[in-house]
């Protein structure tokens, strides 16, 4: 018969292993290991492009991956972006002669008018660039206590960059500055007002989009992506299932190539009826959470 002491420590060994087995959990990230129906493998890797120090250490899976990986592939190559920084302030002006007023609606310019009025940005420093532009520029992480140079691809570059690891982008400068640069007017003034939109009741916070990336929740991070954009679906469309579809040949080629790749996106891009975890399913992928 068990004693009395030895029940109390059977049973607070179980609390143990049960408590631990669930931090364990809450700290699993979103780091997958793909295998192709030839047997070559890719590892993935969802991204959050800002965070905290508090935020760290990150969740052990991204380090694993990127031991086990030869090279390293983000959404795009910082050095290459970098290159490419100053086409994008060319390209975000208007030509001498036209402006911001020309091209969205009179109640749209009014309002940002005067909010940029507010944070006392003269008329004629906003309103030489394209709507598009400035959505971008609103939609700074900064604003939400959160910094990009904490950002996983920014912790990865530095140990790439320290271990000698190749770094590769799945899309050029262009090709990732289209995603707003390519919309149309219409379509940039929109974005540009809903970056004024304040939250709905019981729409994703911060708080609750990190909680779902450290657990490893891809479909809720797709979903709270989505219900980001409600009012403007054709948007969320193009920020992420587009640029999926578009994405996949290249991770099946790094999957069957002669070397151990790490591909890092957002993590928004991996859950979801159309993430890139259904596209390699679809094509005879096994996808393994690490």
Known sequence: MFSAQKILRFALAIFVVAHVAAAAEQNRGC?????????????????????????????????RAFDASERIVFEIDDVAM???????????????????????????????????????????????????????ALQSPQLHGLSPDLGIEGFLERRARANHKPVFGLETPREH??????????????????????????????AMTLAAWRRGDADALERQMKSAYADF???????????????????????????????VAGAGHFGGPNGVLALLRRDGYQIEQL
């Open 31 to 63: 780091v997958w290991k793909a295998t192709s129906p030839s047997g070559g493998v890719v590892y993935l890797g969802g991204s959050m492009h800002a965070l905290r120090s508090t935020d760290y250490p990150l969740p052990p899976a991204y380090n």
């Open 82 to 136: 970098s290159k490419f920084g100053a086409k994008v302030d060319k390209l975000g002006r208007y030509p001498r002669g036209d402006s911001l007023r020309n091209h969205v609606d009179p109640r749209t310019y009014e309002y940002l008018r005067r909010f940029f009025a507010i944070l006392k940005v003269p008329e004629e420093k906003f309103a030489i660039y394209r709507p598009w532009y400035l959505a971008m």
């Open 233 to 263: 679906p054709t948007f969320a469309t193009r920020l992420l299932d587009l640029r999926n579809r578009n994405w996949i040949p290249k991770i099946e080629a790094d999957a069957n190539s002669h070397h151990v790749y790490f591909v």
């Open 177 to 206: 500055l289209e995603v707003f640069s390519g919309m149309s007017d219409r379509e940039a003034e929109a974005a540009l007002l809903l970056t004024f939109v304040p939250q709905q009741k019981g729409s994703p916070t911060t």
